[in-house]
């Protein structure tokens, strides 16, 4: 009896042990709680604060060199840290995106606008300065001001083109540095493209035609001024070959700007507008660049872009072979001389009644021939596939054409046939050798047409199997499978409907058997009685 409550005195205890454990435990959370409350609160108010030294809000706080590792819950780090619509909301990426593609479209369209305008003045500039005003006057140095102003402005646009490209290869990649997409290629072709728009006629600036000497005008020595007269128009500087050469070649070179036309043309067209377009592209990793737009020009306006290209080409190169003449007083320094020489240089026929004197028309001369060479081969290309018969077209003409091969090969077979049997006729007859002779070789020239026929029709015959539609042998093929799998079913349904069956015709049989069995019995019961009971009669 008294080791009970010694008993229920140890059990006491031990649970009042358990309880002040488990006391602890809870205060020991609930003090790890405040803690990591306290740090998440810290780590907000440092994130938060403007003021705060080096603040990084994923954990890591610099303070005075020393480094202070913080566990701060997601949600507040998500929330504490500032992200951008392109540096990951992917709720904005799309709308950012199409905004971009509309800035580049509008920048593009601008920057075309600015080169043709530039291109515009300087064309205006080499024919009315000699004719209307002279070189040193206001009105070319106006004319010279605005194709510079030009210039800037053009170079503005291609840098903002080129940022907001470099945007656009941001959000696609999901990247959060915008030097990632500064690649060699990229600087390299960014560089090349300002260095070409940045190319115009800045000689005027440097040098006048004339020059002053104690506030006086100095006149030009004897051969210059008479060279000068003599020259047809133009407004560069004679005393100076090395500077009128290059100012030349300058005015020239702001045709490069043309480049921005397959741009344009590439932003602003269907292909890349159409949703659906770019889906079925990006599926079968389609790369939409100009020369995938010039292709499918190409098939769908074969001679519009043939005749535009030859049109544009010819008026340029005429006018670019009649600024490099100019200066030489030759007839290659009229404009329709200059069409001309262009005309049949580009078709590679040179007459040579006209041909260039100068170091510059030479190259122009020599670019039109490679360019000419080029359309010409387009042109053959183009014209073969307009000749060429469609699927339909072949078809029918095969199809004749054997049916009329298959005939003629019937009567050379009974050609052979007949002369066989001539041959032989004249065997049994005995006739002579010379008609004889006679039927050989007309059974031998029978059998040659016959052989030529056959190796024709065969000929045909591959041509057609040559033809085979894919697309139709795709159908064939797709409906014999659906034939074969309906009919698949089909067995399979009667199988199971035979089996059925038979297991109806097992069970019918069963149920007769013991029908049978129970009759048999019944029977033979029958008759050992009627043997039983006949005794006692």
């Known amino acids: 009896m008294r080791a009970m409550p010694s008993r229920s005195r140890r059990e006491s205890a031990a649970g009042g042990q358990k309880e002040d454990e488990a006391t602890e435990e809870d205060d020991r959370d609930s003090t790890d709680s405040r803690r990591m409350?306290?740090?998440?609160?810290?780590?907000?108010?440092?994130?938060?604060?403007?003021?705060?030294?080096?603040?990084?809000?994923?954990?890591?706080?610099?303070?005075?060199?020393?480094?202070?590792?913080?566990?701060?819950?997601?949600?507040?780090?998500?929330?504490?840290?500032?992200?951008?619509?392109?540096e990951g909301n992917n709720l904005y990426r799309l709308r950012?995106?199409?905004?971009?593609?509309?800035?580049?479209?509008?920048?593009?369209?601008?920057?075309?606008a600015t080169a043709l305008f530039g291109i515009t003045l300087m064309i205006l500039h080499n024919e009315l300065c000699p004719v209307i005003y002279q070189s040193g006057s206001v009105y070319a140095q106006t004319l010279s001001s605005l194709i510079s102003i030009s210039t800037g402005c053009l170079l503005i646009l291609i840098i903002a083109f080129h940022y907001k490209d470099v945007r656009l290869f941001v959000i696609d990649h999901n990247q959060l540095d915008w030097r990632i997409a500064m690649t060699k290629h990229r600087v390299l072709g960014i560089s090349l493209e300002l260095l070409v728009c940045a190319i115009h006629p800045v000689v005027t600036y440097w040098w006048s035609p004339e020059t002053e000497v104690n506030g006086q005008r100095a006149p030009s020595p004897p051969?210059?001024?008479?060279?000068?007269?003599?020259?047809s128009p133009l407004c560069l500087s004679t005393r100076h070959k090395a500077l009128r050469d290059v100012e030349i070649l300058m005015s020239a070179m702001m045709f490069l700007r043309l480049y921005l036309v397959?741009?344009?043309?590439?932003?602003?067209?269907?292909v890349l507008l159409n949703a659906s377009y770019r889906t079925i592209g990006s599926l079968n990793k389609i790369n939409f660049s100009f020369r995938f737009l010039l292709k499918v020009l190409m098939n769908k306006y074969p001679a519009r872009t043939l005749l535009v290209f030859i049109l544009l080409f010819w008026f340029l190169a005429s006018w670019t072979l009649t600024l490099c003449e100019r200066q030489m007083q030759k007839t290659a320094g009229n404009m329709d001389t200059a069409l001309w020489l262009t005309a049949i240089t580009f078709l590679t026929v040179g007459y040579g009644d006209v041909s260039p004197v100068t170091s510059c028309g030479k190259v122009?001369?020599?670019?039109?021939?490679?360019?000419?060479?080029?359309?010409?081969a387009m042109m053959v290309a183009v014209m073969t596939r307009k000749l060429a018969l469609n699927k339909g077209e072949k078809h029918v003409h095969y199809f004749m054409t054997d049916i009329q091969i298959t005939k003629r090969v019937r009567n050379a077979a009974a050609n052979v046939l007949r002369e066989c049997w001539l041959l032989h006729r004249t065997d049994v007859t005995k006739g002579s050798s010379g008609e004889h002779r006679y039927r050989q070789r007309r059974l031998l020239e029978a059998i040659r047409v016959f052989r030529q026929l056959r190796v024709k029709q065969r000929k045909l015959r591959d041509y057609a199997s040559e033809m085979v539609d894919l697309q139709k042998m795709q159908m064939i093929m797709y409906d014999?499978?659906?034939?074969?799998?309906?009919?698949?079913?089909?067995?399979?349904?009667?199988?199971?409907?035979m089996e059925q069956k038979l297991d109806e015709l097992n069970r019918s049989l069963q149920q007769t058997s013991q029908l049978l069995t129970q009759v048999v019995g019944r029977q033979s019961l029958e008759r050992r009685h009627s043997h039983a009971s006949a005794p006692h009669r």
């Not at 905004?99 to 601008?110: N, Q, Y």
């Not at 034939?483 to 409907?497: A, D, G, K, P, T």
Request: glycine letters at 4%.
């Open 480 to 497: 014999l499978s659906a034939n074969w799998n309906n009919s698949y079913h089909e067995l399979e349904q009667r199988i199971l409907s």
């Open 364 to 376: 122009v001369c020599l670019f039109t021939g490679l360019m000419g060479v080029a359309s010409t």
């Open 262 to 270: 397959h741009r344009t043309i590439l932003l602003h067209s269907k």
């Open 223 to 231: 051969h210059e001024a008479s060279e000068a007269n003599a020259s």
């Open 96 to 112: 950012d995106r199409k905004f971009l593609l509309e800035d580049k479209k509008r920048l593009c369209a601008w920057a075309l």
């Open 37 to 86: 409350r306290a740090m998440e609160m810290t780590a907000r108010n440092l994130c938060s604060d403007s003021n705060a030294d080096e603040n990084i809000c994923d954990g890591l706080i610099k303070r005075n060199g020393g480094d202070t590792e913080i566990t701060v819950p997601l949600s507040y780090a998500l929330s504490c840290k500032k992200i951008s619509p392109i």
